[in-house]
């Protein structure tokens, strides 16, 4: 039993403290695991563990700007708007367009947000701007990584300003108001064809977005590592061949 100034601290009330500290060390482990990991590489990684049908979305989901990102799946959820929309004045809209995100369309997941957490947004298909120029920098600050969704994202000539890593199938005019309602996060969702748990791990570039199981990620990295170390050893051969400067994407 450990004590302190004004309480008694015993094993069993220590146990939680100590499991926090080790999640927060396999985090860190599983991050480092994919920092410079193409999707290819990670590809070729699931498919040395016989995963050849698992964790490639759907080619229908395209970065706005051909960027890389990683980090561990944050899932959230939302459905098509069941209610009706009423019949308002201009001022009445305003006030019911503030209302909507406090009682049908919130962001509950966002103040959970850490850091490498990749955004993970199933929104039913839906032809709607769930996340924009602003609420995605609000993100961004929280520690996002990235983000996708199945549906449509707004805001893009600013969100490829500020260099915001995010995959889509749609680019989107519209609002949430009377379109989107919140259903649920942190459970697991189906995005471009694949079923993401919360801390899988999210991969995505230019080749598209792969979705790694949490369990097999370290196995799968391992694998990739070594797809991508030879790969950049016969590239920097390459080059040096065709007298090319080298960058940081070869030896």
Request: net charge neutral.
């Amino acid at each position: 039993m450990l004590s302190c100034p004004n309480r008694m601290i015993t094993g069993i009330q220590i146990k939680p403290f100590i499991r926090m500290i080790e999640l927060v060390a396999e985090r860190k482990k599983l991050l480092e695991a994919y920092a410079d990991l193409r999707v290819a590489d990670v590809r070729d990684g699931m498919d040395y563990l016989l995963l050849h049908k698992q964790g490639s979305m759907s080619p229908d989901i395209r970065p706005l700007k051909r960027t890389r990102a990683y980090g561990i799946a944050k899932t959230c959820k939302y459905i098509p708007y069941k209610g009706k929309i009423p019949e308002l004045d201009q001022n009445e809209y305003a006030d019911w367009s503030g209302k909507y995100y406090q009682e049908i369309n919130p962001y509950p997941w966002v103040d959970e947000i850490r850091e490498g957490d990749f955004i993970v947004i199933d929104q039913s298909g839906m032809n709607v701007g769930l996340m924009g120029s602003e609420n995605t920098l609000g993100c961004l600050r929280k520690g996002a990584a990235g983000f996708v969704t199945n549906g449509g994202v707004r805001d893009t000539d600013e969100i490829i300003l500020q260099n915001i890593p995010f995959w889509s199938v749609i680019i989107s005019q519209c609002m949430v108001q009377g379109r989107l309602q919140y259903e649920s996060h942190n459970i697991p969702v189906s995005v471009g064809g694949v079923t993401v748990h919360p801390g899988d791990v999210v991969v995505a570039d230019g080749d598209g977005i792969i979705v790694v199981p949490q369990k097999e990620a370290l196995k799968v990295a391992s694998i990739a590592r070594g797809e991508h170390e030879q790969d950049k050893k016969r590239r920097g051969d390459h080059y040096r061949a065709l007298g090319w400067k080298t960058d940081d994407t070869v030896y």
